[in-house]
């Protein structure tokens, strides 16, 4: 006779989403809003955080007024140098006094810039103080409120995507568990391996398994 043999392992698995994320900012801030709650599901895209924008605003505007003031030193120094190439062509002033011009206007450049560089760089800190959900999922913990500190790199909520994966620790023996295998729960076939990392922790081998529909 031709028969099918199959052989089975039980494992104790744990369901979790697909992807999760710790949602913080990127500098310290104080929260002036928080748009959802545990549990709420948001789109990717969707706006979740607004933080303090005052400090920011007034350090943009300072650094505008900074500028606008080293854009009109630069135009005179500008007018000198080129007036200096003039009176050098036809030997009126020295290499050394041209030399001289030429040094102070690529200083007075040199600076502008780099005020232009620094206000590039406080315009995008702005975009960074809404924070928007990198993709379709649900909200979870919440570990701030609005008016609080957030600190650069801590977790103001976490946010855990819709699709799911099931997760189990095995021992890598005679009966190997590899991509491709199906899995069941209770006898209904619910998906198979998707992959198995090798970094093994505590003498177990982890095992990664996609579901093929929402499991409750």
Request: net charge positive; proline share 2%; aromatic share 6%.
């Amino acid at each position: 006779k031709v028969k099918t043999l199959s052989k089975s392992r039980e494992f104790l698995a744990q369901i979790q989403a697909s992807n999760s994320a710790y949602i913080a900012s990127k500098f310290s801030a104080t929260i002036k809003k928080i748009y959802v709650s545990e549990n709420d599901v948001v789109e990717k895209g969707a706006l979740l955080i607004s933080l303090d924008d005052s400090e920011i605003k007034a350090n943009l505007n300072s650094l505008n007024e900074k500028k606008r003031a080293l854009d009109i030193d630069l135009i005179n120094s500008k007018k000198n140098l080129n007036r200096n190439k003039k009176l050098l062509k036809i030997e009126a002033i020295s290499r050394e006094a041209y030399d001289n011009s030429n040094v102070v206007y690529q200083n007075k450049l040199a600076l502008f810039n780099g005020v232009a560089d620094s206000i590039k760089q406080v315009k995008s800190q702005l975009q960074y103080l809404n924070i928007k959900a990198p993709f379709n999922g649900i909200v979870g913990s919440k570990s701030n409120d609005e008016g609080s500190l957030a600190l650069a790199g801590k977790a103001i909520l976490t946010l855990n995507s819709n699709d799911q994966k099931l997760i189990f620790s095995f021992v890598d023996n005679n009966k190997p568990i590899i991509q491709g295998q199906k899995v069941y729960i209770n006898n209904s076939l619910v998906g198979e391996i998707l992959r198995r990392y090798d970094d093994a922790k505590n003498s177990l081998l982890v095992a990664e398994v996609k579901p093929y529909k929402s499991l409750p």
